[in-house]
């Protein structure tokens, strides 16, 4: 069956590093977009980042761009987010999904698969 874990949540610092992972399988990874979305208590389910079957597009909210970057390790079936000069209003359970089928999904009816998630807290 299909699986999605991440890993690498934690607490950081303002100003400080993460590095999300999000290990699959039971599917054939190399051949759906995957992406990244957050969510905050009490919030709804904001979509962060995504990323194309082969890694060649990705796609990012203004949110976060210029400071996290996705990546892919296909041969490892592993999905990545490099989150850099967090702030605390990146504080969240983030979560990997993977996309029905070839195109980057943000909104949440295009997800099929979930992980459980992992908690960022950026606090000083």
């Known amino acids: 069956q299909v699986q999605l874990v991440e890993s690498g949540g934690g607490l950081a610092q303002p100003g400080g590093s993460l590095r999300l992972s999000c290990a699959a399988s039971g599917f054939t990874f190399s051949s759906y977009s995957m992406s990244w979305a957050r969510q905050v208590p009490g919030k709804g389910l904001e979509w962060v980042s995504g990323i194309l079957p082969d890694g060649t597009v990705t796609s990012y909210a203004d949110s976060v761009k210029g400071r996290f970057t996705i990546s892919r390790d296909n041969a490892k079936n592993t999905l990545y987010l490099q989150m850099n000069s967090l702030k605390p209003e990146d504080t969240a359970l983030y979560y990997c999904?993977?996309?029905?089928?070839?195109?980057?999904?943000?909104?949440?009816?295009?997800?099929?698969?979930w992980g459980q998630g992992t908690q960022v807290t950026v606090s000083s």
């Open positions: 999904a993977k996309s029905f089928g070839y195109s980057i999904a943000t909104l949440p009816k295009e997800y099929d698969y």
